[in-house]
């Protein structure tokens, strides 16, 4: 059985277009506009969602991202409030996986954090501070489940390491394109062409591009060579500059319509 | 340079500590942490590098310090032998430059030519900016605006050794969103940029090898007890933020079962008040900062914040190796509440002369315990991790002196 993720990049594939990735942390600002916000994000031409697990020390996150998750976690946004999330926009039609650090998993449970997910209509998981080398119980716990295991790959990594990361991971490879912490650059690091050409010719899982892509020019760039745009703290700045939900809503909507006109080649 | 003692735990994967320890982190920084580990470890079996730390140990930090036999403080603990371990007395008032110089000379081996550093109290902080200006290194230190206010005079300290300091102003803005906030930095700059953590806790290497440059302060007490007391302790008794001062001084007995390990945390307003820094009394297991260990945090994984009179107790989290220490019961941790800690803090200026540090100043009040338990026939050695003048403003208004006055306690 082909899984939703395979399906995804062999649609956007077939239609010469890189898959367009969007994140937005659940319960920002509250969870029902949360929820609201990312089904906008899903008509307007997002492909996956990453539905963010707020976590109180999110130390790989810019500016922008603190202070949604901030925000989440004030309006009382927890585990079981994400899984309902994805629960949600899932029915509303999205391809979504949850985004989280990897303690909320553990403290949750590893076997029923996947099994709640995999109910919820999630299709996967991206923790990006879990390593190959402490995921064993993560692995366990998806296998089985029909859950994707997105991993990361750095512009620091080394050949044999991207092999050990790609050899856990399933899905599609999130490949960090910059040094540094989320949030919108005025230009995609020069460091993403190379390091997905390298992961290129030692996976043939498709690579999607994250960190610093805010603009659909910038989407039309990495769509050149990657298989997914992934864009997060763009969304979130939109809805933390809005004036009210409404707002908020249209904002993010003309985002996500922008985009998905730069992931086309 | 002394090997490293066996430890029950020694054959656990790399930087592992049966179930605690390993690495969590971005992917970012494994390349980072691979080249700090290959340095340290080739470090570590290198005679000049050795050679090179044991003379800025004798020469700049003053080492060995004393071990100071304090009578009249050991009547206030059941009329036990007790003994200072003098860390208070190197270079800039705590162990916390030992760590500082090891990692200062990894950095210039591994050919980087900035450091960034958290700090709490501000000892670290100092530490690091000290061994930063003797070595020729940028340095930039990450400090809670909290933690800016209690310990202003060691933010003048960094300031005045050409460290920059940057307030961090969000979450619980104490250490635990310093850590934050120099991770940030580090994954942005990692190429020029070493990160100087100035504690046992963190990913893998980072316990192994702060512990390691402690564990001097634990080779100099045993050979230093033995000839004072002649005979091994029985008791060690430290403080624990995130650990270093206490593995260090615990390095030296881990293979002495007769020499009890006791490690004291912050009780803060109480452990029942919610308002402390007990991880081991009330925290479970979990990931903070890179590492699995006990971590204080709420029924979904959210890290709760610390609260303690000593800003460097002041971490909901613990170093892994104590974790592991504690599970084995190879270890036992109990908490000090503020007010027992300044009673001690009080004790030791009024019958030995010395003004502790607030942190050391919990060991102190678990020795007042502790000897008391154990009666006036035991030798218990308490590691004095620090020296008290940057807590002079929080204890003159603790105990009531008016600042610029001559009044007394
Ligand atoms: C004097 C002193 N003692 C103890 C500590 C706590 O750190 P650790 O538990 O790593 O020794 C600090 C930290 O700032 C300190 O300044």
Known sequence: MSRPLDEVFTATRAAGRAALIGYLPAGFPTPQESVELITAMVHAGVDIIEVGLP????????????????????????????????????????????????????????????????????????????????????????????????????????????????????????????????????????AAPALVARTRRLTSLPIAVG??????????????????VIVGSAFVRRILDAVDHASALARVGDLAAELAVGVTR | MATSSTLPHDDNPPGHFGPYGGRFVPEALTAALDQLDDAFQAAIVDPAFGAELAELERTYTGRPNPLTPVLRFGELCGG??????????????????????GQ?????????????????????????????????????????????????????????????????????????????????????????????????TGPAPFPTMVRHFHEVIGREAREQILAAAGRLPDAVVACVGGGSNAMGLFS??????????????????????????????????????????????????????????SAGLDYPGVGPEHA????????????????????????????????????????????????????????????????GDKDVATAAAWFGIELGHSESM
């Open chain 1, 55 to 190: 976590y109180s020390d999110p130390l790989m996150d810019g500016p922008a991202i603190q202070e949604a998750v901030d925000l989440a976690l004030k309006a009382g946004t927890t585990t079981d409030v994400v899984l309902d999330t994805v629960a949600q926009v899932t029915a509303a039609g999205a391809t979504a996986v949850v985004m989280s650090y990897w303690n909320p998993i553990e403290r949750y449970g590893v076997e029923r954090f996947a099994a709640r997910l995999a109910d919820a209509g999630g299709v996967g998981v991206i923790a990006p501070d879990l390593t190959p080398e402490e995921a064993g119980p993560w692995i366990a716990a998806t296998t089985g489940r029909g859950l994707d295991r997105v991993f990361l790959v750095a512009p620091s990594s080394t050949d044999t390491r991207i092999t050990t990361v790609c050899s856990v991971t399933s899905g599609f490879v999130y490949a960090a394109s910059t040094m540094g912490v989320t949030g919108a650059r005025s230009e995609v690091s020069s």
């Open chain 2, 252 to 309: 030296g007995f881990l293979d002495d079962p007769q020499v009890q390990l006791r490690g004291y945390e912050a009780g803060g307003d109480g452990v029942e008040t919610g308002r402390h820094a007990s991880r081991f009394s009330t925290g479970v297991p979990g990931v903070l900062h890179g590492a699995r260990t006990y971590v204080m945090q709420d029924e979904w994984g959210q890290t709760l914040p610390s609260h303690s009179i």
């Open chain 2, 324 to 387: 592991y220490l504690h599970d084995t019961g190879r270890a036992i941790y109990e908490s000090v509440n503020d007010d027992e800690a300044m009673t001690a803090f009080a004790a030791l200026c009024r019958t030995e002369g010395i003004i502790p540090a607030i942190e050391s100043a919990h060991a102190l009040a678990g020795a007042m315990r502790l000897g008391r338990e154990l009666g006036p026939e035991a030798v218990i050695i308490v590691n004095l991790s620090g020296r």
């Open chain 1, 211 to 228: 960190l610093g892509v805010s603009t659909g020019a910038q989407a039309h760039e990495v769509a050149a060579y990657a298989d997914g």
């Open chain 2, 104 to 200: 200062a000379l990894l950095t210039t081996r591994m050919g980087k030519t900035r450091v960034i550093a958290e700090t709490g109290a501000g000892q670290h902080g100092v530490a690091a900016a000290t061994a930063a200006a003797l070595m020729g290194l940028e340095c930039t230190v990450y400090m809670g605006e909290e933690d800016t206010r209690r310990q202003a005079l060691n933010v003048a300290r960094m300031k005045l050794l050409g460290a920059e300091v940057i307030p961090v102003t969000i979450g619980s803005r104490t250490l635990k969103d310093a850590i934050n906030e120099a991770m940030r930095d580090w994954v942005a700059s990692v190429d020029r940029t070493h990160y100087l953590l100035g504690t046992v």
């Open chain 2, 80 to 101: 036990a032998r007790v003994f200072l371990k003098r860390e208070d007395l190197n270079h800039t008032g705590s162990h916390k430059i030992n760590n500082v110089l």
